[in-house]
């Protein structure tokens, strides 16, 4: 190919299909412990000893990627070839700033490459599964321009709906008041959150109980899945597997036919979010929110 298919690990790009179809990543940090880490998709730090790290009162603080960094990730790759950057949400973060500024520097110094920069308005696994499409097409020998053109197209297709499991975290990142996480935690509240159509996340729904949970979560599945014959869905879960087996089983009874895999969510979404937290997502009708 004339041109690099990449990502960052804000996708939670599952590990084994970073290998299988050799995408390099960008890779985001954090810090635990006083110590600074990039999420290299469960490589230094495996996930389940990371969120018993968090139950042990560890808060883990996530930062943006500098203009710099972009650079030693890019520069290389534009001394010989063009490259399609897959984004997470502009709206989460300001790192996809630092990716533009270090794009323009780099097609003043290189101004016979390509440098497209997807902003997805995703965040998790919504981005490795348009990722995964679109790399079809790349690997079909699509040129770059086609590429970018169906992520951008597509983008408003990648469906997630989130459960978090202990409000603490949402009210450490200001999602909700003290109040309102004292109240929730108190009558067993689960907020749904999903990904809206301006890349926020966005809490739409609270019910009662773990088990309602998991269903109002299969129920946004049936309502936004647009062929379940041919759809596709990643089960996320910050070391809850059990849970996440019963979501699956869950969604199973409603489309058998679902082709779904299971996977964990990354140390930085999982920062914000907590351990417990279940998700389901996949590519399906375009979001009404």
């Not at 003290?178 to 809490?203: S, V, Y």
Request: hydrophobic share 40%; proline share 6%; net charge negative.
């Amino acid at each position: 190919m004339d041109y690099v298919f990449m990502m960052d690990s804000d996708s939670d790009l599952p590990y084994d299909l970073k290998v299988k179809y050799d995408i390099p990543v960008v890779y985001m940090p954090y810090a635990l412990d006083g110590k600074e880490y990039f999420d290299d998709l469960g490589q230094t730090i495996d996930h389940k000893s990371y969120y018993d790290r968090m139950r042990q009162g560890a808060v883990p603080v996530t930062s943006a990627l500098n203009e710099e960094t972009y650079m030693e990730y890019f520069e290389p790759i534009l001394k010989e070839k063009d490259l399609l950057f897959v984004a997470f949400s502009s709206k989460l973060s300001s790192t996809i700033q630092a990716a533009r500024a270090a794009q323009k520097r780099l097609l003043e110094m290189y101004p016979d490459r390509k440098l497209i920069i997807v902003d997805t308005l995703s965040i998790s696994t919504p981005v490795t599964l348009l990722a995964l499409k679109a790399h079809e097409l790349y690997r079909s020998g699509a040129p770059i321009e086609e590429v970018a053109q169906w992520l951008e197209e597509n983008k408003m297709r990648a469906q997630a709906w989130f459960m978090v499991d202990d409000l603490k975290y949402l009210k450490r990142g200001g999602r909700i008041s003290p109040t309102a996480a004292a109240f929730g935690t108190m009558l067993d509240i689960k907020p749904i959150i999903t990904e809206a159509r301006d890349g926020t996340l966005q809490n739409v729904d609270k019910v009662r109980g773990r088990k309602k949970a998991l269903n109002t979560l299969v129920d946004r599945l049936v309502e936004y899945a647009p062929d379940p014959k041919e759809s596709f869905a990643i089960i996320l879960h910050a070391d809850a597997p059990e849970e996440a087996k019963e979501l699956r089983e869950l969604a199973l009874k409603k489309i058998p036919e679902l082709k779904i895999r299971i996977d964990n969510v990354g140390p930085v979404i999982g920062a914000h979010c907590g351990p417990g937290t279940l998700a389901i997502t996949f590519l399906g009708k375009e979001r009404t929110i």
